[in-house]
């Protein structure tokens, strides 16, 4: 009931409660459209201005209430979905085995003439890592729960793991749908404990390797682990929960290391799920930040892991990342203040955290308006959402993502994709946006079914045009220099359909379409 | 472009919005910062770094044939002594880059022998992590040790091509927040429009878009792409033609040394160029004199000669290194292969270098000189190679943000560069 109330309160007063700066009802529902979700489709910024942007944020935190069958429609198109960790961890091997057997055949034969070709096997693997980047492409596009796909990429991108390194080939996928989907929305210590236990993020991060000093497994191995391996302690505390300035030593990495020590892999014949060694782990007592750890086996890790989710530095570390990508890269104090309140109050309650940053003051701030410049996805994703066009099941649209400099789940370094802007805005990725924002409104974009009819009529009014592209695709945020150049290029074009292609690809790829 | 007019125009551009000025007076003001610096820097000096991905096998590469014991540990793969091309006596070149023994001659071919990482990983993945970021075992690192050279270095004024890498995207030793340059063919850079008078247009369009409307490192950044569309216009690289009866090696490494060839010979102050070439992972059927690592090397010497007759005289200003994150395994595996193992070698060629020599403390190939009972041993970090050619080349004067946490010292050096 009382909640019931809050949400009744929330939606009606907000935005009023912000005084003299408050926004109309349109501004803030472009504003909330292009960060809690991938931009607006077509009509969009009015319908969620007529419920009442507040009730509309307040629907996507409440996700699980959003039907969303158009994209479980779309979901069948895609096999990685039809297989598990265990039957991907097979196909893998399956398809190395004849790679090794091709090799081997052309050593014997003594062709070397031969480029090392893919088998059949490696190139219908290959086309399922190409669907596990397409499918974050068609979710982002198309789900109604567009603030959980947002969380989603979030998440993925603060627990990163490389999809090319090694078994991470195949234990990405399951990564992706059983620990970050789920917990997504949840709590925080729920979500790290997830990443810790999952196969994708013991094997990025090298933990599967880490043995207590001088043990070795009870059966033989041909390359069996020796020794501690820091990586993942030292990343758990820098940059998935304390941040760098979290105040920790290298002793206590080493210690967090001994603690983890046995969290390993199962082996792929017995499905590559999460498996405690009790061989490996090292009994000796830990100290960590004065607390002290006796052996307990994996309980010593969950309780390291809840412990370090409680910290005053992981909510700071966490809440200025989130609102990183929520308000401005460089978020004001108020807003980050705001988050952690709300992490302490609720345990780490990350949809109430996110509510403490969307009723915060800061994002609703006007300077806090097209503050932050789009990824390369979600440039393409807005530009795609901006038209109603339709992404189609083959790979084409996430290749476009990663010529535009974002391949997903290609980020090698533990860090994952930086938040700011540096990041994306080079000369040549520009370019290479203006590019893809023409071949879009040309109807050329590989990969989407587009139908500008429907959003932008052809008309041979010049004016009435750049009014409509305005309206419909950057929310009447054009400026007034924009619209002077677009006519003045329109000026000679006869051909409607022409002057359409040229209008709606200057404004897809000019400055404006890039903020957000 | 410095860090500093990114800096300027961003807080520039934000002042004057909010004071509420007109977008045209804005653009005016935007085009109005301090004028970009000339986009002819005429015989700067050239670091070209090639990345061997995959792991090169340094001891097939560099041979050392005056060891028994390289021949006893790979009687399938080690390259005969008549096939070898003899250097100082002790080591030689693979036959296929029997190309670059000129160079070595006239001393401007050198090579480091037992380079590598400090950190013992035999992942790829890491181990080329490590080699861009400059960071060896810190994972966290989040720009290439290239880009923070430029990002501090501010005696060398950016251009749009201060820094290029042929690929399609930025490859980790350049990412950061100094501007770089991704480029997958110099033809293909700008609009894509094929009628030229159409493509002009567009690009007219998008440049005045930006120009009145963009703000901060939109702005800056979209500046730089469309004054490196006019360099484009102006150096014409469809109608380029290797000097000296050059033939680059077909594929798309040759074409890379091209272009990065051409971008010097254009003086468009192109100071840091990087491409990279894989194929070295060679576990099975490695080959010896000929094979899979012998056409892989081919193309290595044939595109290095290449570069070297088209640049003629412009060599003296140019360094090109070349890098692979580790070497492989002294002994032969059961497929007439090579396993992944610790240090590898490298080469350095130009008019700077200190050629004729195989640099680098030669740790021998007995056992108990071995890294781990079967690698050779790094004796020399790949840092304080990176670092001489930063300092003696390049003219860096501070290290220690190039390669935090590593003090690269002269006592150390290689000594590639001639003082």
Known sequence: MRLRFL?????????????????????????????????????????????????????????????????????????????????????????????????????????????????????????????????????????????????????????????????????????????????????????????????????????????????????????????????????????????????????????????????????????????????????????????????????????????????????????????????????????????????????????????????????????????????????????????????????????????????????????????????????????????????LAAGRMPGVRLDLDAIIPLTTHHAQLTDLVNARLLGGSMSAHTRSVILEQLADVNDPRQARTLAVGLALGGPEFQRQ | ?????????????????????????????????????????????????????????????????????????????????????????????????????????????????AIGSPDATRSHFDAQDYMESGTPGVKSTSDGWLNRYCRHDQEHADTAFRAVAFGPQLPRILAGTSPALALDDLQAFGLRVPQEAARDKLTRAFEELYEGAATGLLASSSQEGFAAIDVLKRVNPAQYRPANGAAYPQGRFGRSLLQIAQLIKSDVGLEIAFADLGGWDTHVNQGSSDGQLATRLRELGLGLAAFNRDLGERMRSVVVLTMSEFGRTIAENGNSGTDHGHATAMLALGGPVNGGKVLGNWPGLGPADRFEGRDVAVTTDFRDLFGEILVRHLGATDLSVVFPGFTPAPSRFPGAVRG
């Open chain 1, 7 to 439: 949400t009744v309160w929330l939606a009606l007063a907000v935005p009023a409660a912000l005084g003299a700066q408050a926004l109309t009802p349109r501004d803030s529902a472009l504003h909330a459209l292009n960060r809690l979700a991938y931009g607006p489709r077509p009509g969009e910024v009015d319908s969620v201005a007529g419920l009442g942007v507040m009730r509309w944020i307040e629907r996507q935190l409440d996700f699980e209430r959003v039907p969303d069958d158009r994209l479980a429609g779309r979901e069948r198109a895609f096999k990685l979905l039809d297989y598990d960790r265990a039957e991907l961890a097979q196909r893998y091997g399956d398809a190395l085995r004849e790679r090794r057997e091709m090799q081997r055949e052309m050593a014997q034969s003594g062709d070397t003439t031969r480029r090392r070709g893919a088998a059949a096997p490696m190139r219908e693997f290959r086309q399922l890592g190409g669907e596990l980047q397409q499918l974050a492409v068609v979710r982002a596009a198309l789900s109604e729960r567009q603030l959980r796909e947002v969380m989603v990429d979030f998440w993925t991108n603060h627990f990163n793991v490389f999809v090319g390194k090694g078994a991470d080939r195949f234990l990405t996928p399951s990564y992706i749908e059983e620990t970050i989907r789920p917990n997504a929305l949840g709590r925080f210590e729920d979500l790290l404990i997830a990443t810790a236990k999952s196969p994708a993020m013991l094997f990025y991060l090298d933990n599967a390797q880490s043995v207590a000093p001088g043990v070795s497994p009870p059966r033989r191995q041909p390359r069996a682990p020796r020794g501690l391996n820091e990586n993942y302690a030292r990343e758990l505390l820098e940059l998935h929960t304390l941040g760098v300035d979290g105040g920790y030593t290298q002793q206590d990495v080493i210690a967090v290391a001994r603690i983890f020590t046995g969290w390993g892999i199962d082996r792929p014949q017995q499905g590559a799920g999460f498996a405690f060694h009790e061989w490996a782990h090292d009994r000796g007592e830990k100290q960590v930040f004065g607390m002290r750890f006796r052996n307990d086996g994996v309980n010593e890790g969950i309780r390291l892991l809840k412990l370090l989710a409680a910290q005053h530095a992981t909510m700071h570390h966490v809440s200025a990342k989130l609102c990183a990508r929520f308000v401005s890269d460089e978020p004001p104090d108020g807003c980050v203040d705001a988050a952690v309140e709300a992490w302490h109050h609720t345990n780490g309650d990350i949809r109430a955290v996110l509510r403490a940053i969307f009723t915060a003051p800061d994002f609703w701030a006007p300077q806090a308006l097209r503050a932050k410049v789009k990824t390369p996805l979600e440039f393409v994703v807005s530009a795609v959402r901006a038209t109603g066009a339709e992404p189609d099941s083959t790979l084409r649209l996430a290749q476009v993502v990663t010529r535009l400099g974002q391949p997903l789940y290609l980020q090698p370094a533990p860090t994952g994709y930086p938040e700011s802007q540096a990041q994306w805005v080079t000369s040549g990725a520009l370019l290479s946006r203006m590019n893809a924002a023409v071949a």
């Open chain 2, 1 to 113: 472009m410095t860090i500093s007019r990114r800096v300027f125009v961003k807080t520039s551009g934000l002042a004057l919005f909010s004071l509420g000025l007109d977008p045209l007076f804005l653009a005016r003001a935007v085009a109005s910062y301090p004028p970009l610096p000339s986009l002819t820097v005429p015989d700067r000096p050239v670091l070209v770094c090639l990345f061997q991905r995959g792991a090169v096998d340094g001891l097939n590469m560099i041979v050392p044939h005056g060891e028994p014991l390289y021949y006893r540990e790979r009687p399938r793969i080690a390259i005969p002594a008549k096939d070898v091309v003899d250097l100082d006596g002790h080591f030689g070149l693979h036959p296929s880059l029997a190309p670059l023994k000129d160079l070595w001659d006239n001393k401007s071919l050198a090579a480091i022998h």
